[in-house]
């Protein structure tokens, strides 16, 4: 299987060849597996599909260090650079709060990003019973873990706790910091989704020029309930040149108005 050195550890990648690249960056406690095959197939048609996973998850082994969204930006920013080429984001979950820091770190690796059941501050997740252990809902899920994982079952409560950790108390970015953005934005997401509609609309009204699509009857999980109607908005954001022009804008923030 494909591995390339990311930072000095070895990571599980799909590099593709020659071409506009979509990078896909897969949610926290997954693997890009689960990305390659919802929307991944849909988005080749157009584009050349790159993907990695990244540390402790999917086939790439963990290290002693706790999860942090920074530390994922640092990954996926070298993977860019071993790409040797700018590409589009489109990021799930902790993917998409990974894709969001890249934007603004080195908006000269990105052309645009789609965020898709992404958060900017820990504060605008819901307040969710998230799986406890030991628990058999746990216990799947570890099986499951450990069927990629080089570090096997016996290392899916650190990977675990290590996710809820970081879950509570990160990202902490602000309307401000989104107001920085400066490459096209799509905020996507289900309208039974993790984060509050409130903070998913705010995401949308702070960043310049962003959009926004709530898929209905969806969840976190839009990706694969909606593969299809997911991977059409996705395409047709990507495809697109310069900035919408509606009949009637009075919602969208523009860059000169958010920098008044």
């Not at 107001?179 to 995401?203: I, K």
Request: a neutral charge; one cysteine or more.
């Amino acid at each position: 299987m494909p591995f390339v050195s990311l930072l000095g550890h070895r990571t599980w990648a799909k590099v593709p060849g020659p071409g506009p690249t979509v990078l896909l960056l897969h949610g926290g406690m997954s693997s890009s597996a689960s990305m390659l095959r919802s929307i991944g197939p849909r988005l080749k048609r157009d584009f050349r599909v790159a993907a990695f996973d990244r540390r402790g998850h999917g086939r790439t082994a963990d290290t002693p260090e706790p999860f942090h969204y920074d530390t994922m930006a640092d990954e996926t920013i070298a993977f860019i650079e071993h790409l040797a080429r700018p590409v589009h984001l489109v990021g799930h979950s902790d993917g998409g709060n990974v894709a969001l820091l890249v934007t603004l770190r080195r908006p000269d690796l990105v052309r645009r990003s789609v965020l898709v059941g992404a958060n900017y501050h820990h504060e605008g997740l819901m307040d969710l019973e998230i799986m406890s252990r030991p628990s058999p809902e746990f216990d799947l899920w570890a099986m499951k873990y450990a069927e990629s994982s080089p570090d096997g079952v016996s290392h899916a409560g650190v990977v675990f706790d290590k996710a809820l950790q970081l879950f509570a108390t990160e990202p902490t970015l602000r309307g401000s910091d989104l107001a920085r953005v400066s490459r096209p934005v799509l905020v996507l997401a289900g309208d039974d989704d993790v984060a509050t509609l409130e903070h998913t609309c705010s995401m949308y009204e702070s960043i310049p020029d962003a959009q926004l699509a709530i898929v209905p009857g969806t969840s976190h999980a839009l990706l694969k309930e909606r593969p299809k109607e997911s991977a059409r908005l996705i395409r047709r954001f990507l495809l697109a040149e310069g900035s919408p022009e509606t009949y009637a804008p009075v919602r969208r923030a523009r860059p000169e108005t958010l920098g008044a």
